[in-house]
């Protein structure tokens, strides 16, 4: 599975505001859950189950929270960027800005996998973070996303 065929401007959220991870996961969960066919409140309980084996923090002000969920079906992601920094994943773990939320059906972990690291290479990249983090519209966003992905053969 590719990143740039899932990721849809209908799924990009921006100017969210959030005090913490419980509260980020849940807005984008209230947005973004009823339009992929979940209840918001799986989706949340899913995702914070996950982040209490470890933060999805991976530092620059972004996060990769991801779970998988029955009912789901393939493979579904959602950007989420929030006005303020969000403290997730305790101390030592910066501010939270943007977060690309990944849900898959229990039955694809490799898919799941290879979305995740595809995501976490794209965010190793200083030029699309500054991008995504100043993109003006979902469409921009999706763009920038989309055109890195090509430029890495994602």
Do not use: Y
Not at 63 to 69: E, S
Not at 77 to 86: L, S, T
Request: proline share 7%; with cysteine.
């Amino acid at each position: 599975m590719k990143i740039h065929k899932l990721i849809e401007p209908g799924h990009i959220f921006l100017g969210l505001e959030a005090t913490d991870a419980s509260s980020a996961l849940a807005a984008v969960a209230e947005l973004w859950a009823p339009e992929i066919g979940l209840e918001p409140r799986r989706v949340v309980a899913g995702l914070l189950e996950r982040e209490v084996l470890g933060s999805t923090s991976v530092g620059n002000g972004f996060a990769i929270p991801h779970c998988k969920l029955q009912g789901q079906r393939g493979i579904a992601v959602a950007v989420a960027r929030f006005e303020r920094g969000v403290p997730f994943g305790g101390d030592g773990h910066p501010p939270v800005q943007l977060l690309f939320t990944v849900l898959s059906a229990p039955d694809q972990p490799a898919a799941h996998l290879q979305v995740l690291s595809q995501i976490a290479r794209l965010l190793k990249r200083p030029e699309l973070r500054a991008e995504l983090l100043a993109a003006a519209d979902p469409q921009s966003l999706a763009e920038a996303i989309r055109r890195t992905a090509a430029a890495e053969g994602l």
